[in-house]
């Protein structure tokens, strides 16, 4: 249980810093809806770092995999059922997540590439992943639920995950449906619960995680 708290405290972590570079620093030197006239030259001097963001897609594509298997085994003694729920719920997510990101793969995979298509890429992904987003809300409420059956883990911990999770599926929700300056402004009010949830459990999990078991 030590080496599978470890495991998952470590992925997490990796998976935050690497989407930190891949979503906070890259995506949006692409995708900027105020100059998508130049969204083409910018992709063919920038190609490296465009490979470079669809690299960190690739390995938090397979940490959520793993992730998902190494929460499940970590939890199951407290609910098992819960547990594998969570885990499926997390796994179709990331199979949501890898088809959006076909999407990302085609800007440099066609044959023609246009400023038009490449914009309608961007905005096909984001969709797709907004949903895979809502679907991922859903697990982290789980998982929120899992952390206050063991116990062991301190309460605001839980239920920080849990707002996390609720965040994830309301934002989500509300960018799918009516997206406006309003829900970019509460996406950043939300931001802390969304983003710490998951890393205050990666936290737990190395420096406590196993050790009761």
């Given at each position: 249980?030590?080496?599978?708290?470890?495991?998952?405290?470590?992925?997490?972590?990796?998976?935050?810093?690497?989407?930190?570079?891949?979503?906070?620093?890259?995506?949006?030197?692409?995708?900027?809806?105020?100059?998508?006239?130049?969204?083409?030259?910018?992709?063919?001097?920038?190609?490296?770092?465009?490979?470079?963001?669809?690299?960190?897609?690739?390995?938090?594509?397979?940490?959520?995999?793993?992730?998902?298997?190494?929460?499940?085994?970590?939890?199951?003694?407290?609910?098992?059922?819960?547990?594998?729920?969570?885990?499926i719920i997390r796994i179709i997510y990331t199979i949501i997540f890898a088809i959006a990101t076909?999407?990302?793969?085609?800007?440099?995979?066609?044959?023609?590439?246009?400023?038009?298509?490449?914009?309608?890429?961007?905005?096909?992904?984001?969709?797709?992943?907004?949903?895979?987003?809502?679907?991922?809300?859903?697990?982290?409420?789980?998982?929120?639920?899992?952390?206050?059956?063991?116990?062991?883990?301190?309460?605001?911990?839980?239920?920080?995950?849990?707002?996390?999770?609720?965040?994830?599926?309301?934002?989500?929700?509300?960018?799918?449906?009516?997206?406006?300056?309003?829900?970019?402004?509460?996406?950043?009010?939300?931001?802390?619960?969304?983003?710490?949830?998951?890393?205050?459990?990666?936290?737990?999990?190395?420096?406590?995680?196993?050790?009761?078991?």
């Open positions: 249980m030590r080496r599978i708290a470890i495991t998952t405290g470590i992925s997490l972590l990796i998976m935050a810093i690497v989407a930190g570079f891949s979503f906070g620093y890259v995506y949006p030197e692409f995708n900027q809806i105020d100059q998508s006239e130049f969204t083409y030259d910018n992709m063919l001097n920038n190609k490296e770092l465009y490979k470079n963001m669809l690299l960190g897609i690739l390995i938090i594509l397979i940490l959520d995999l793993l992730v998902s298997y190494t929460l499940f085994r970590y939890f199951e003694k407290d609910n098992r059922r819960l547990s594998l729920v969570s885990a076909l999407y990302l793969v085609r800007n440099l995979t066609d044959f023609e590439v246009t400023n038009q298509s490449i914009v309608a890429n961007f905005q096909n992904f984001e969709f797709a992943w907004n949903v895979g987003l809502m679907i991922f809300g859903l697990h982290i409420i789980l998982i929120g639920f899992l952390m206050k059956l063991h116990n062991r883990i301190p309460k605001f911990l839980y239920y920080l995950t849990l707002i996390g999770g609720i965040s994830y599926v309301l934002v989500h929700l509300l960018k799918l449906n009516s997206p406006s300056q309003f829900v970019a402004n509460l996406e950043m009010v939300l931001a802390l619960p969304m983003a710490f949830g998951e890393i205050g459990l990666a936290i737990w999990l190395l420096v406590k995680g196993g050790k009761d078991i």
